[in-house]
């Protein structure tokens, strides 16, 4: 299953991880969230998508999924500039 930049928009995305275990038990996610570090700036603010209620580096974005018990398969960074680039994907397990 893929979430392609979904949890930046939830409120609670710790009820969305936990019911959508519960759900999909054993089965395989491909999580993918725009990178908190590659934001822009401009007159001295950063500029975001003001739709995104959150923003995850691979750490916090790890850190939310291992409190839910979810298993790190594999993570990686999309675009250009490693830890600086657009996005992060984690391949997670529901265990």
Known sequence: MILSEVIEHLAN?????????????GRTFYITVPNAGAYTVKDECEIVNKDHVAW????????LLTRYGYEIKEARWYGVGGHKSEGIIMVVSTG
């Open 13 to 25: 995305p710790g009820y969305f991880l936990m019911a959508l275990k519960k759900l999909y038990a």
């Open 56 to 63: 995850y580096s691979y750490t916090t974005l790890k850190t």
